[in-house]
């Protein structure tokens, strides 16, 4: 196991890249730490399969440099950089039985058969498929195939990384959490660096300890996962990370209040009045329903009940806001104005976060 | 106009895909067929859109038996997981093509394709090819070809499953939107139950070629019938334990309790109790509670909120707790359960007593 | 699946249906009345009953051209395949090479068979053809027009020549199909090049030589043009396959009854070999699951 460190590092598939929107992956200086899990998250098209492929030695970046350990491998192969990786369809080998598919890649590697089988033992109980080692991996419906190549992924203990490439497309909701927690088991008892793809939020923000969100060929937040919830510092993340995304509103701000429409908020912190597109952003989670006159006034649209809780969807001067309402919540009469916790507010200038000169009080971490 | 299905079954080599079915759909009703993988969804609405012929029973159409009626003469649009265009078409003439079949004039035709192209924000990519746009526009493409042709019945196969999880978001928004305004019979299949709550309408759960429940979707969703449903019908899955109820005490497998509330009404006997992850609580939820002794397996943190994967004397159950907490795996773990959100069912998997607080919602 | 019926599309059919009928039911039916049916000419007719199938399953001739048959689809099957394979997988997969390999490939393919006989018929001449003369001239007295062994070479060699490239397109079309995260799986579990062979690129190339086999053994089963054009079926009856043997039968020596009982026969063996693979192949599609 080792330290991944990308240096400098940009790609293009154009041979000569002139400009930056040249660049599928722009500037880019990163380093994985040994035995944390990552996840990469973005929608498709914003450049995470390509820094994935680079990582896994299928690519060579157009610039900068790969570092294992301190070891250039920016020219070396999968196999030389010794990574295992799981694919998003599953890649079985037909006419192996279930066991010699979990075996293969140690077999290659001239490993003792009894410490084959004891490994594949222990990873054919992790994939729940102990009973099903002997038969034909031909036939098997797909999600049973996928588990079988997340198995071989990781059947070997001494890899450097593991690399999954949003792994868990093919298999039903159900499934998914199971086979999400054992990796994460799996994670915690050999500490392997593993890095996850996908553009599924919950998967990304469950599995990993840091998670890096990309957007138009660019890293614009790396950080835990409470980091991306309490505190995006793009527009970007805060609308693709939660459901409903953070809430938007452009608003003028100085000092501690920010002014939308008219109505003043309170905010969590003191601001230098800041330049550009001014906008606070709000997650529905922190946005409570009230009467009377505090607040800023919206025009309900409806209220979905998603089971666990329900969501309020209104409007503010056409654009829309959401909140987040405890399940069984019954609406008061009259109310139309929405209540945002000021400790909970991000301020944005241009997309990008702008701090807090100082807090206004001790901010009280709890969600509704 | 009601789309009725009568003792529709499918078998194939000699295996029941599809039991016996009966279901009323009624004209401008949302309903959601919810199931995990293979549990029969597809195979139902090709039975309904006259793809396929079922083995026995009617299908019966504004009171018409359209049973042995070929696809093309029904009014059905069906749209699947994958995009499916013309490639060689502009969008244009994609969502115009069913209207040309039909036979509408010119202006009709141009008349509809921009109403439907503005509904599903395609106006500015009238004159692109498919192949040019982005899953979710090729997606919109489908959807619009389907409402254009003012069918009486519009089946979804997943439509979403192949996009990107904000894209599914944002579509997923329109639907009920859409299909408002179309006031066809939809139906809509899934294997995700967060997806179906947003929908509303109506939901049938599905397993194993059957449908375990149809009804509206939230009292579905709090009133399930039996265990397979409330199953089906959680995600993450519904947490299940048995216990033993003797006289005025309960035992989960570690003691007996006093049975409060609801619990206290069961006749002698055993049981599974069944709740949501959601209910489980990491502090005391004050009297009347219920609370396990676990072992923590993994917790999972989504920035706001915490999955507990726990261990309870053999039973995996999954807590969602609010907030962030770091807590150490394998440890030994207490969790408080309200027993008003305890689901009571029988050794045959039906319901026993319902939890008390759905009654109440 | 049962689908719903319309009966309606069957008229669209029936122009084809009379098409097959002139063309192939009523001479079939034509081969079916004369093989129960004996002649002494001016067009009188005796029933024969099936005295003429017995004679031409007792018949030594009829045995040993059917054993000749075999051989030959054996050899050709034996080398054609491997071979196919080994090209496809040696072929470059994009770029300008492959397409100048794949229209290589399919030149022998787009020649008329009477002219192939005749490529590989002056060629095996020892005083004016390339093979012969090269042969001659290292010390082997070449002579398929005399020597059975030669002669047989001869005609393998051709048909090698002539039909393995269709082996090679469709294992090459089979090879194309595979995703390329097989092989980047491969290379990340450091699989040996035969185990990519072995376990990936032959599983999933399955379908397309079994089709490939299935071509070849019907049509190397039929074979009549190459041979009758190089050897004349000789030297003796050296390479008299079945087909060549039975219009030595039907015209050569107006057996029309026995040549009739004959070719139903030679029809229903073929008949036979396809329905197994038939059956062999819905079944392995059955397996796969979809």
Redesign the interface.
């Known amino acids: 196991m080792v330290q991944i460190t990308l240096d400098n590092l940009a790609h293009s598939y154009l041979p000569n890249p002139q400009s930056e929107d040249d660049f599928a992956l722009k500037q880019l200086d990163h380093v994985w730490k040994d035995g944390e899990a990552y996840a990469l998250l973005g929608a498709s098209g914003c450049g995470k399969s390509t820094l994935l492929n680079i990582i896994s030695g299928l690519l060579v970046p157009s610039r900068g440099r790969i570092l294992f350990g301190d070891r250039d491998v920016t020219h070396q192969d999968t196999v030389a950089r010794n990574i295992a990786q799981v694919f998003q369809f599953p890649v079985v080998y037909d006419t192996m039985s279930v066991g010699d598919n979990l075996a293969f890649p140690l077999r290659n590697r001239g490993m003792a058969p009894a410490a084959i089988a004891a490994q594949v033992q222990k990873i054919a109980a992790m994939i729940g498929m102990e009973d099903q080692l002997g038969r034909k991996a031909r036939g098997l419906t797909a999600d049973a195939k996928q588990k079988i190549s997340l198995g071989r992924g990781m059947v070997r203990e001494d890899v450097n990384a593991i690399l999954f490439d949003e792994p868990l497309t093919v298999i039903d909701p159900h499934m998914k959490w199971e086979l999400r927690t054992q990796l994460k088991a799996l994670h915690n008892e050999f500490g392997h660096t593993m890095i996850y793809v996908t553009h599924d939020q919950t998967e990304a923000l469950t599995f990993a300890d840091k998670v890096v969100v990309m957007h138009d060929g660019r890293v614009v937040q790396l950080g835990t996962p409470e980091d991306l919830f309490d505190t995006p510092e793009h527009t970007f993340v805060g609308y693709f990370i939660g459901s409903p995304g953070m809430n938007l509103i452009d608003a003028d701000v100085a000092g501690d209040t920010a002014h939308c429409g008219g109505h003043a908020i309170d905010l969590g912190g003191h601001y230098r009045a800041p330049q550009g597109r001014v906008q606070i952003g709000i997650r529905p989670e922190f946005v409570t329903l009230t009467t009377g006159d505090h607040g800023l006034p919206v025009t309900i649209k409806r209220i979905e009940d998603v089971g666990r809780h329900q969501i309020l969807r209104a409007e503010f001067a056409g654009k829309p806001v959401n909140a987040i309402l405890p399940e069984g919540f019954a609406m008061p009469a009259g109310a139309n104005r929405l209540h945002f916790a000021p400790d909970r507010i991000n301020v944005y200038a241009d997309d990008w976060r702008v701090a807090p000169l100082q807090a206004v009080a001790t901010p009280e971490r709890k969600a509704v | 106009m009601s789309l009725v299905l009568d003792g529709v079954s499918k078998v ?1 080599e000699g295996q029941n895909h599809i039991t016996p079915t009966d279901l009323t759909l009624e004209r401008g009703t949302m309903n959601v067929l919810l199931g ?3 549990s029969g969804k597809t195979t139902l609405m090709r039975l309904m859109a ?4 079922p083995a026995t029973g009617r299908v019966i159409w504004e009171g018409r038996d359209v049973t ?4 093309q003469d029904r009014k059905v649009a069906m749209v699947y997981q994958q995009f499916i265009n013309y490639p060689s078409m502009t969008v244009y003439d994609n969502i115009a093509s069913p209207l040309k079949l039909m036979g509408l004039n010119r202006s009709e035709i141009d008349r509809k394709v921009r109403e439907a192209a503005d509904l599903m924000q395609l106006g500015p990519l009238l004159d692109r090819k498919p192949l040019e746009l ?2 979710g526009q090729q997606q919109r493409c489908a959807l619009a070809r389907a409402l254009v042709k003012d069918a009486g019945l519009v089946l979804l196969d997943e439509p979403l499953a192949n996009l ?4 599914r ?1 944002e579509l997923r928004a329109e639907i009920p939107r859409i299909f408002e305004e179309s006031g066809a019979i939809f139906v809509y299949a899934t ?4 997806e179906a ?2 929908l ?1 309408g109506n939901v049938a759960t599905m397993w194993q070629g059957k449908i375990t429940q149809f009804g509206p ?2 009292s579905v ?1 709090r009133q399930p019938r039996d265990a397979t449903t409330a199953r089906v019908f959680s ?3 519904m947490n299940f334990t048995r216990f033993v109820k003797a006289g005025d005490k309960i035992d989960f497998g570690h003691g007996a309790v006093a049975a409060q509330g609801a619990l206290a009404q069961l006749a002698d006997g055993p049981y599974t109790a069944g709740f ?1 992850p ?1 209910h489980l609580h990491l502090t005391s939820q004050g009297a009347g509670g219920l609370h396990f002794a676990c072992t923590l ?2 917790t ?6 915490t ?1 507990v ?1 726990l261990d309870h004397t053999g039973d995996r159950w ?1 807590g ?1 707790i ?3 907490h770091h807590l150490d ?1 394998g440890a030994p773990i207490t969790v408080w359960l309200d027993a008003a959100h305890v689901y009571v069912f029988g050794e045959n998997g039906d319901l026993v007593a319902p939890a008390s ?1 759905a009654a ?2 | 699946m049962d689908k719903v019926q319309n009966n309606k599309a069957w008229f669209l059919v029936l122009p084809v249906l009379v098409l097959v009928a002139f063309s192939a039911v009523i001479p079939l039916m034509t081969v079916v009345n004369y093989s129960v049916q004996d002649t002494f000419g001016n067009n009188v007719f005796f029933w024969e009953g099936l005295g003429w199938f017995e004679q031409v399953l007792t018949d030594s001739r009829a045995h040993s051209a059917l054993g000749r048959q075999l051989a030959f689809s054996g050899i050709i099957l034996a080398i054609q395949i491997p071979l196919g394979i080994a090209i496809a997988v040696c072929m470059p997969k994009k770029g300008f090479w492959a397409s100048v390999c794949l229209v290589l490939m399919a030149l022998p393919l787009l020649i008329p068979w009477n002219v192939v006989g005749t490529i590989w018929q002056i060629m095996g001449r020892g005083d004016i053809g390339l093979v012969g003369y090269s042969l001659s001239a290292i010390g082997i007295d070449w002579n398929y027009a005399r020597d059975p062994l030669h002669a047989w070479i001869t005609v393998v060699v051709m048909d090698v020549w002539h039909w393995t490239s269709l082996v090679a397109l469709l294992a090459y079309a089979g090879l194309q199909s595979i995703p390329q995260a097989y092989y980047q799986a491969a290379k990340i579990d450091q699989a040996s090049r035969w185990s990519v062979f072995r376990y990936i690129e032959l599983p999933k190339m399955q379908g397309v030589l079994l089709i490939a086999i299935l071509l070849r053994f019907m049509d190397s089963f039929m074979i009549y043009t190459e041979p009758f054009v190089v050897t004349g079926g000789g030297p003796g009856s050296a390479t008299s396959f079945l087909s060549i043997d039975l219009v030595k039968m039907a015209l050569g020596q107006f057996d029309l009854g026995p040549a009739a009982a004959f070719s139903l026969m030679y029809f229903l063996v073929i008949l036979l070999v396809s329905w197994v693979f038939y059956t062999i192949m819905t079944n392995l599609d059955k397996a796969e699951g979809r």
Request: aromatic content about 10%; charged content about 25%; proline content about 9%.
């Open positions: 194939v995990p993988t293979s006259g793809l396929d012929v042995g009626m070929r696809v982005s899953g990107d999880y904000k894209l978001e294997t995700e139950p967060e709550l947003l509303g979707t939230p969703y995600d993450p899955p949501r959601d397996r993994v999972e943190i989504t920035g706001s909120e999955f994967h999954v969602l609010h907030g962030v795996f607080y109440a919602a």
